[in-house]
């Protein structure tokens, strides 16, 4: 047995760990989104999303129209109490792992609404993973964003069909 | 017809229903019993006036008056590019009030968005629903005593 054969760690924890991260690197760049735009927030949406700031750049350029298809839920302008259970609804129909981005401030936090018809926060209906902040936000800070949340789907524990349940 | 003249066949025509008229920024403006309002109205719409189509309607909440509610309907004239601007008290006793669905279609919708927002009752409507909140809201919130931060949610939020 040569010096470099016995300095291999064992060969079941190499894989996992490398499987992780390669896993990591795949979800990041193929991001499939669902845009459920609501509000004036769709306008700068729509500019990010096209060939002017291009978010096809990073991986993400491909919109789903179906939340079965997508996974990561843009959720972009004002959620109302009325139509909160459609959000609960999509965001359930997402396949995982699905991740979710509140994009400008009414869905960050409600906004200038803070009155009766307004949710305060999509974070009170769905979880949230990225926060993006602005009234609208400007293309680049909806990129950074993405960057934001792509670094967090790298570093983050992936979860696939054949590893075992820990609990 | 001479710009004055709508108000004046308006008071010839309902001497008792029209309380005050006068022009503000260029409109007219006519200030009507609340019983007055299908007539009236029905006469700006067939009569000389042919204000044959209703730009809005809406209602303001005056909390500390009395009467409190006050119900504005703004008129056009297509062939004549005029408007009017029809106004009525309602009070907190009583807050029926006579539908225009039955002149305007469009008055529906918003006879609903008032009634959804303020809680006035449109006589004669045919299907006086909330339009905008959903069912099982309590309360009207436009309305000057709805709590600032009230929240009814339709699904339990997570704090």
Known sequence: ?167 | MEEKAILELVRIEFPAGVRETANSLGDEVAVIEKGALLQIAAFLRDGPGKFDMLLDLTCVDYAREDPRFEMVYHFFSLSRNQRIRIKTRLGEGDLRISSLTSLWKNADWLEREVYDLFGIHFEGHPDLRRLFMYDGFEGHPLRKDYPLRRRQPLIRLKE
């Open chain 1, 1 to 167: 047995m040569t010096e470099t054969q016995k300095k291999r760690p064992p060969a079941g924890q190499f894989i996992t760990t490398q499987f992780n991260s390669l896993l990591g690197w795949a979800r990041k760049f193929s991001l499939f989104h669902y845009p459920f735009v609501t509000a004036c927030c769709g306008m700068e949406y729509m500019s990010a999303a096209c060939a002017h700031f291009d978010i096809d750049r990073f991986g993400a350029g491909w919109t789903r129209f179906s939340p079965r298809q997508s996974d990561m839920l843009l959720v972009v302008g004002t959620i109302t109490q009325k139509e909160a259970p459609v959000l609960r609804t999509v965001y359930d129909q997402m396949t995982e792992p699905k991740w979710v981005i509140a994009f400008g401030t009414c869905a960050v936090s409600g906004g200038i609404y803070d009155n009766y018809a307004v949710v305060q926060g999509i974070d009170q209906i769905i979880p949230v993973d990225i926060y993006i902040p602005g009234c609208p936000p400007r293309p680049e800070t909806v990129l950074d964003g993405l960057l934001k949340l792509q670094e967090k789907i790298q570093h983050q524990d992936q979860d696939w069909r054949w590893k075992k349940k820990r609990s």
